[in-house]
């Protein structure tokens, strides 16, 4: 099924989506926000770029953007797949809690901030090129892996990334963290298990933009994580 969204109000063209099942291809996206909010049955294929808010509580479904997105891509995503062929907004993954966001480009500020994970609910959120400040901010649960592909090590990270991370691990492909880390946070090389853990998610990665997997691993991956399980406490409780 295809949509022209071409000068469609985003609301009509929510309504639309909400009505149908399976494959659905949106033509001449142009900022329509909320898409796909909380939607679980389908699979969605979007040519242009879409608004604010794409995938909200998104449940299941599986979105495919062949372009740019703007801002808070999967706030509050509970499960399915977001892919995006280009780049983010601000605060794309925003207290993700499930599901899979995949970004060949680059992201802005606060990506994965508030993530959290419950039980078999592990959001994961890759990102293909650099990330802006505050990157997993708060950051509660999940795996968030910034790979920097086609920039040098010191242009991967802004400032504040871990910023009053309290759980999840960040993965940073680089072979020299030049970002200044807070002490609340642990910073190691990855190990045979960290690397483990996350080749499914590069693996994914790679096929979904045919990315060779040799060109992400040419070098190590930095584990950001919290020292404790509440590294901030003294910040507010007098021992």
Known sequence: MKIDCTGKKY?????????????ITLDNCCGQRFIAAGASNKTLTINGIPGN???????????????????????????????????CGDAVGY???????????????????????????????VIGGKCGSFL?????????????LGYD???????????????????????????KITPQICVTTASDDDIAQIAPFIKEFCKCFGIPEADVYNKNFQVLSPN????????????
């Open 228 to 239: 404790s399980s509440n590294p901030y406490k003294q910040l507010y409780v007098q021992n």
């Open 53 to 87: 808010a794409l995938g909200a509580y998104l449940d299941g479904a599986e979105i495919i953007v062949r372009g740019n997105v703007q801002d808070a891509t999967g706030d509050t995503m509970n499960d399915g797949k977001i892919i995006i062929n280009g780049s």
């Open 11 to 23: 609301d009509i063209l929510n309504r639309e989506i909400a009505a149908l099942e399976g494959d």
């Open 136 to 148: 997993g901010e708060y950051q509660a649960g999940g795996v968030i892996i910034a790979l920097g």
């Open 153 to 179: 090590d010191k242009d991967v990270l802004d400032s504040f990334c871990a910023t009053g991370m309290h759980g999840g691990k960040i993965f940073i492909r680089t072979n020299e963290l030049n970002a």
């Open 95 to 125: 207290a993700m809690r499930g599901g899979k966001i995949f970004v060949r480009g680059d992201v802005g500020y606060r990506a994965g901030i508030h993530m959290k994970s419950y039980k078999e609910k592990v959001p994961v959120l």
